[in-house]
């Protein structure tokens, strides 16, 4: 069974800018959370989404934003980036219903903002 | 859900037994421990989880105490390859939600 997988695995954007990344989870999950992770906050939970509703949030600014798709895909959107945006944007996916604490992680997008 | 305290560091020469300490002493009856581990610029990888009872998987065992206040992951032959940073975590089992809450872990430098 293929992994979680997201892309792009790398990318540089200009302070400003918005960026899109995407996330597949492992075929039959359907939670995928997103989590941001630096050097200096470690690893942080963005959001969670469950069947194409957002079932939880963590304490990021509006400009973090994330979406599902009715295939469990999901995307997670940065506008008017910011030098401290620069971080391993993690996924990750999980079967569960009900909490989704076992879950399979992708290998991240290493974003940085110039 | 409960905090968890890990020591910053711990080393292990190769071959030899890892026995990663956490303790949760605020830990309630309903919650789970869960140990995930970050090897070097990759994701998080789950381990393995536990309510009361001790478990064992291909990977490791985990080991809690009668009280539940605190718990001792076990790799039984560390390879070079098991360097990483481990993370126990404490979560509701009744919780309806994927958010993982992690501490700053515990790196393990395993030796040859």
């Known amino acids: 069974k293929a992994g979680v997988t997201q892309t792009p695995r790398y990318l540089i954007k200009t302070r400003g800018q918005q960026v899109t990344l995407s996330c597949s989870p492992i075929?039959?999950?359907?939670?995928v959370s997103w989590y941001q992770q630096t050097p200096g906050q470690g690893l942080q939970f963005l959001f969670e989404?469950?069947?194409?509703?957002?079932?939880n949030k963590g304490n990021f600014p509006g400009r973090f934003s994330g979406r599902q798709f009715s295939n469990s895909r999901s995307e997670m959107n940065v506008s008017t980036l910011e030098l401290g945006d620069s971080a391993l944007y993690l996924c990750?996916?999980?079967?569960?219903?009900?909490?989704?604490?076992?879950?399979?992680f992708g290998p991240g997008t290493r974003l940085t903002v110039t | 859900d409960a905090k968890t305290t890990q020591p910053p560091s711990m080393d292990c020469a190769e071959g030899r037994a890892a026995n990663l300490p956490c303790n949760h002493s605020?830990?309630?009856?309903?919650?789970?421990v869960y140990w995930y581990r970050q090897i070097h610029s990759q994701g998080p990888q789950y381990i393995i989880h536990?309510?009361?009872n001790n478990e064992t998987n291909e990977m490791a065992s985990l080991i809690i105490t009668e009280d539940r206040k605190s718990s001792t992951l076990i790799l039984p032959h560390a390879t070079l390859r098991d360097t990483a940073v481990y993370y126990c975590?404490?979560?509701?089992?009744?919780?309806?939600?994927?958010?993982?809450?992690f501490g700053q872990g515990t790196t393990l430098q395993v030796k040859p």
């Open positions: 990750a996916s999980s079967l569960l219903v009900t909490g989704g604490h076992e879950q399979y």
């Open positions: 075929s039959g999950h359907r939670s």
């Open positions: 989404y469950f069947s194409e509703t957002q079932r």
């Open positions: 605020t830990i309630s009856g309903n919650e789970y």
């Open positions: 536990g309510l009361k």
């Open positions: 975590i404490v979560i509701k089992g009744s919780s309806n939600t994927g958010k993982l809450i």
